[in-house]
């Protein structure tokens, strides 16, 4: 079989105001939360639950999202910069020299913990339910928001993947380089798809939706073992390996399909 490889060198920016530049990564985050506000808009119709309590929802799930990827990003792969630069981490701008950069660097793992925290008072505060039946149904839009967020950093020649030693692949010329990589962006995307489809499935076609922590455990499940595979194509973010010859990513993604496993197969108590 004769591969083509890619030449991939998109523009990264989709207008400029000035200095300040929209880029597409930001785009796909938009549709991202756009979406999945669609997608909660008509769950919770089916739940008989008021649409009132959606834009609550929204706020908790932007600010955890962007607060924890962020910090999830400095804590697990450049803590050093967290220490010396505190307030680039939170605000999107370098001071030396000042300029407007976005939130560049997000760990789709400390953005997890954001959106479980915020969850909790989120249930506490306005939905007054468990925090797994909010789990159980935001998993759905947020399967295939991720799937958004990796053609973003597609867009943006970043998380890019091991040479493939072949004409299969995208020769990232952003980076100025004339060998191909495996689009491991794309092959996260696809999973994240699949966990998708898998999910609205189970939710509209089946009762599991009734047994409170089954999405939310068949999400981390799904969602976490295409990062864990894909890693396996992927060039670490950080140059370490442990335990088993695996990088960080997997290292964090393994707890995280074992809560997962737990929360399908537990017994509920009545």
Not at 34 to 40: D, F, V, Y
Not at 54 to 66: N, R, W
């Amino acid at each position: 079989m004769i591969y083509q490889s890619i030449d991939w060198n998109p523009n990264i920016e989709l207008f400029k105001i000035g200095s300040f530049a929209v880029r597409y990564y930001s785009l796909m985050f938009v549709i991202a939360f756009i979406l999945g506000i669609q997608i909660m808009k008509r769950i919770f119709k089916n739940e008989n639950i008021s649409l009132d309590k959606l834009d609550p929802l929204f706020l908790y799930i932007v600010i955890a999202t962007i607060i924890g990827a962020r910090l999830g990003h400095f804590l697990f792969y450049d803590f050093q910069f967290l220490i010396e630069h505190p307030l680039e981490v939170f605000l999107p701008i370098k001071f030396n020299p000042f300029r407007i950069t976005g939130y560049q660097g997000l760990a789709s793992h400390g953005a997890i913990i954001g959106v479980f925290l915020a969850m909790y008072f989120y249930s506490k505060k306005v939905i007054h339910k468990p925090i797994l039946f909010i789990l159980d149904r935001i998993a759905i839009p947020a399967a295939i928001g991720a799937a958004f967020v990796r053609i973003g950093n597609l867009v943006n020649s970043e998380i890019i993947g091991k040479a493939t030693n072949s004409d299969y692949g995208f020769i990232f010329k952003q980076l100025g380089e004339d060998f191909p990589r495996h689009p491991t962006q794309l092959y996260e995307a696809f999973g994240y798809l699949v966990t998708f489809i898998v999910l609205w499935f189970v939710y509209w076609k089946t009762n599991k939706k009734d047994k409170l922590g089954y999405l939310f455990g068949l999400f981390m499940v799904m969602l976490w073992s295409v990062r864990l595979i894909v890693e396996f194509f992927k060039e670490a973010q950080v140059d370490n390996r442990a335990a088993w010859d695996l990088n960080t990513g997997q290292l964090l993604s393994i707890p995280l399909i074992l809560i997962g496993f737990y929360f399908m197969f537990r017994k509920n108590k009545k």
